[in-house]
Protein backbone atom coordinates (compact mmCIF):
# COMPACT_ATOMS: atom_id res chain seq x y z
CA UNK A 1 0.00 0.00 0.00
CA UNK A 2 1.45 3.52 -0.84
CA UNK A 3 2.23 6.12 1.30
CA UNK A 4 0.85 9.14 0.34
CA UNK A 5 1.59 12.86 0.79
CA UNK A 6 -1.02 15.12 -0.20
CA UNK A 7 -0.53 19.23 0.66
CA UNK A 8 -4.20 20.46 -1.12
CA UNK A 9 -3.65 23.87 1.38
CA UNK A 10 -4.92 26.00 -0.78
CA UNK A 11 -8.89 26.49 -1.40
CA UNK A 12 -8.50 28.64 -3.84
CA UNK A 13 -7.71 27.05 -7.13
CA UNK A 14 -6.47 29.33 -10.58
CA UNK A 15 -7.40 28.41 -13.57
CA UNK A 16 -5.35 29.40 -16.51
CA UNK A 17 -5.02 28.67 -20.14
CA UNK A 18 -2.36 26.00 -19.88
CA UNK A 19 -3.40 22.28 -19.21
CA UNK A 20 -4.94 20.95 -16.31
CA UNK A 21 -5.50 18.30 -14.48
CA UNK A 22 -8.60 16.68 -11.98
CA UNK A 23 -8.14 15.82 -8.71
CA UNK A 24 -10.30 15.91 -5.69
CA UNK A 25 -10.01 18.67 -3.05
CA UNK A 26 -12.01 18.46 0.36
CA UNK A 27 -14.43 15.91 -1.72
CA UNK A 28 -14.74 18.01 -4.75
CA UNK A 29 -13.74 17.59 -8.13
CA UNK A 30 -11.40 21.00 -9.11
CA UNK A 31 -9.46 21.41 -12.28
CA UNK A 32 -6.26 22.50 -11.10
CA UNK A 33 -3.50 24.05 -13.96
CA UNK A 34 -0.73 21.51 -14.13
CA UNK A 35 2.12 23.91 -13.29
CA UNK A 36 0.22 24.25 -9.63
CA UNK A 37 0.49 20.53 -8.68
CA UNK A 38 4.11 19.11 -8.00
CA UNK A 39 4.41 15.44 -7.96
CA UNK A 40 6.96 12.94 -6.69
CA UNK A 41 7.12 9.41 -6.37
CA UNK A 42 9.25 6.27 -5.73
CA UNK A 43 7.77 3.28 -6.80
CA UNK A 44 10.61 1.17 -4.61
CA UNK A 45 9.84 3.05 -1.23
CA UNK A 46 5.87 2.84 -2.30
CA UNK A 47 5.58 6.79 -1.62
CA UNK A 48 3.88 9.53 -3.54
CA UNK A 49 4.59 13.50 -2.69
CA UNK A 50 1.37 15.87 -4.49
CA UNK A 51 1.53 19.61 -3.48
CA UNK A 52 -1.48 21.46 -4.39
CA UNK A 53 -0.46 25.14 -4.41
CA UNK A 54 -0.92 27.45 -6.79
CA UNK A 55 2.34 29.43 -7.00
CA UNK A 56 4.60 27.08 -5.44
CA UNK A 57 5.78 25.80 -8.44
CA UNK A 58 7.15 28.51 -9.76
CA UNK A 59 8.34 29.73 -6.09
CA UNK A 60 10.55 26.13 -6.64
CA UNK A 61 12.03 26.95 -9.73
CA UNK A 62 12.68 30.86 -9.40
CA UNK A 63 13.42 31.67 -5.80
CA UNK A 64 14.00 28.50 -3.76
CA UNK A 65 17.95 27.61 -3.26
CA UNK A 66 18.84 25.40 -5.76
CA UNK A 67 19.27 21.60 -5.38
CA UNK A 68 22.52 20.65 -3.55
CA UNK A 69 22.40 23.65 -1.67
CA UNK A 70 21.30 21.96 1.53
CA UNK A 71 22.42 18.10 2.26
CA UNK A 72 20.14 15.67 2.68
CA UNK A 73 20.65 15.19 6.79
CA UNK A 74 19.49 19.35 7.38
CA UNK A 75 16.45 18.63 4.98
CA UNK A 76 15.73 15.42 7.04
CA UNK A 77 16.54 17.06 10.36
CA UNK A 78 14.23 20.64 9.61
CA UNK A 79 11.71 18.44 7.84
CA UNK A 80 11.42 16.56 11.36
CA UNK A 81 10.71 19.70 13.22
CA UNK A 82 8.25 20.93 10.45
CA UNK A 83 6.57 17.99 10.47
CA UNK A 84 6.22 17.58 13.74
CA UNK A 85 4.92 21.40 14.21
CA UNK A 86 2.60 20.81 11.13
CA UNK A 87 0.96 17.82 12.63
CA UNK A 88 0.13 19.54 16.09
CA UNK A 89 -1.26 21.96 14.59
CA UNK A 90 -3.26 20.03 12.09
CA UNK A 91 -4.80 18.22 15.22
CA UNK A 92 -5.83 21.47 16.83
CA UNK A 93 -8.54 22.97 14.38
CA UNK A 94 -10.01 25.55 17.19
CA UNK A 95 -6.40 27.15 17.50
CA UNK A 96 -5.03 27.36 14.03
CA UNK A 97 -6.69 27.70 10.97
CA UNK A 98 -7.95 24.16 9.96
CA UNK A 99 -8.18 25.29 6.47
CA UNK A 100 -4.34 26.05 6.35
CA UNK A 101 -3.54 22.79 8.00
CA UNK A 102 -5.54 20.65 6.36
CA UNK A 103 -3.94 17.26 6.36
CA UNK A 104 -1.90 15.01 8.59
CA UNK A 105 1.87 14.37 6.92
CA UNK A 106 3.06 10.82 7.11
CA UNK A 107 6.78 11.54 7.48
CA UNK A 108 8.88 8.78 9.26
CA UNK A 109 12.24 9.55 9.93
CA UNK A 110 13.36 5.54 10.06
CA UNK A 111 12.52 5.81 6.26
CA UNK A 112 15.31 7.22 3.95
CA UNK A 113 12.46 9.55 2.01
CA UNK A 114 16.07 10.28 -0.96
CA UNK A 115 17.14 14.06 -1.42
CA UNK A 116 14.44 15.18 -4.20
CA UNK A 117 11.39 14.65 -1.61
CA UNK A 118 13.27 16.14 1.14
CA UNK A 119 14.18 18.91 -1.31
CA UNK A 120 10.85 19.79 -2.15
CA UNK A 121 9.55 19.05 1.43
CA UNK A 122 11.24 21.60 2.87
CA UNK A 123 11.01 24.19 0.32
CA UNK A 124 7.22 23.87 0.49
CA UNK A 125 7.21 24.48 4.25
CA UNK A 126 9.69 27.77 3.76
CA UNK A 127 6.92 28.90 1.19
CA UNK A 128 4.02 28.11 3.39
CA UNK A 129 5.21 30.28 6.21
CA UNK A 130 6.45 33.38 4.11
CA UNK A 131 2.83 33.01 1.79
CA UNK A 132 0.50 33.01 4.89
CA UNK A 133 2.83 34.75 7.67
CA UNK A 134 3.41 31.12 9.80
CA UNK A 135 5.96 30.01 12.26
CA UNK A 136 6.49 26.77 12.35
CA UNK A 137 9.23 26.38 14.09
CA UNK A 138 12.33 28.74 15.79
CA UNK A 139 14.17 28.78 12.75
CA UNK A 140 12.77 32.07 10.51
CA UNK A 141 12.09 31.03 7.08
CA UNK A 142 14.16 32.49 4.69
CA UNK A 143 15.35 31.80 0.94
Known sequence: MKNLFKLSLSLLLFMSCGSSQT???DGEEKKVPEEDIVKFSNEQLEY?????????NTWLNSMARPEGYYSQSFLETRNRILVQEWNLRNLQPS???????????????????GYDLNYKLYNYFIYFQLTYNQRLSSFVPRI
Open 95 to 113: VYDPNLYQVQIDYQPDIDY
Open 48 to 56: DIIIIEPGF
Open 23 to 25: VMV
